[in-house]
């Protein structure tokens, strides 16, 4: 059950919770400690409210079961895991887009009038929210393919009415420098929410694990190379990337680029490209609740920002 993990989690933390999945999907009597373990990356993910008091509607195929039925939603997850294509992780909020909307939320007077483009935009919920706070210009792209650009569409048309004008769609995969050139001509802000992780289609773990990490690897290229394009060397955006740590311990203080290979791997070859990569504001894991024998954590999120090297802040 566990090689498929799209945006890969450890498998150490979830494998006694898979355990006691597993004698509940089929009445097995399986032995699990009587201690509790932790469960993370489970909890649905919402993002913040308007100042309208709205919020977005975005179709995903994220799980509706309640967010205090762990064991509905770990079920869910197995469900899920086997679908490790693009069009599954693009087509689903992740915990990184609520941190990256709750800071645009004090950010608003920067983003009004603006134009906006969100890179790996999957449902849309980064740029669409940007648009929602008063952005004048709203593009979305993604390159997994058509069925995660028909789901943008349908969501940016969904929210059209909380925006100044309609948002645009269109493809772009990372490491096109002609599309990032082109469609990202004149803007003011540059998003992108959990687009550092690795995918792997191995049925062996070891296996998975090295796919994964060779795949992270060529993903953090490529969005080196589209955001170096972005950013060129004169009029430059901002560029904000949002950042799930998926393989750190959740106890204890960490540095934002601490104990994470694909995000090193990020900043090394964004080094190599005249950018720098620096911390806006992170959020270390936290007990969301305690649901026996689970302990459910929050996510280890960082928001980063994007920047040519020497360059001061705009």
């Not at 390159?143 to 925006?163: C, K, S």
């Amino acid at each position: 059950l566990l090689p498929r993990l799209g945006p890969v989690y450890p498998r150490w933390r979830i494998f006694r919770a898979m355990a006691q999945l597993l004698g509940a999907f089929w009445g097995l009597s399986v032995v699990v400690a009587a201690a509790p373990f932790d469960v993370y990356g489970f909890q649905p993910v919402v993002l913040p409210m308007l100042p309208s008091g709205t919020r977005l509607v975005l179709k995903q195929t994220q799980p509706t079961v309640s967010s205090g039925d762990t064991l509905a939603l770990l079920r869910s997850y197995v469900h899920q895991s086997g679908r490790d294509e693009p069009e599954a992780i693009g087509s689903r909020l992740w915990p990184a887009a609520a941190l990256l909307c709750r800071w645009m939320l004090g950010a608003a007077d920067g983003i009004q009038g603006s134009s906006v483009l969100e890179l790996g935009a999957g449902t849309g919920a980064c740029g669409l929210f940007a648009g929602a706070l008063g952005a004048g210009r709203v593009t979305l792209t993604d390159g997994g393919g058509e069925e995660i650009l028909t789901l943008l569409r349908h969501n940016a048309a969904t929210n059209t009415h909380l925006l100044r004008e309609a948002a645009e769609v269109g493809e772009m995969c990372f490491g096109d420098r002609r599309a990032a050139a082109s469609l990202g001509a004149g803007v003011s802000w540059v998003l992108a929410a959990d687009v550092l992780y690795g995918q792997s289609s191995s049925s062996a773990d070891r296996e998975a694990d090295e796919e994964a990490r060779a795949d992270a690897r060529r993903r953090a290229e490529g969005q080196a190379d589209t955001m170096d394009a972005l950013i060129g060397h004169h009029r430059r955006p901002r560029v904000l990337l949002a950042h799930e740590h998926r393989a750190r311990m959740l106890r204890g203080p960490l540095a934002w680029d601490a104990d994470d290979d694909v995000l090193s791997h990020f900043d090394r070859v964004a080094q190599e490209r005249g950018l720098r990569v620096s911390e806006i504001v992170s959020e270390r894991p936290e007990i969301v609740r305690r649901d026996p024998p689970f302990v459910v954590w929050s996510a280890d999120l960082s928001l980063l920002e994007v920047g040519r090297a020497g360059a001061e802040r705009a």
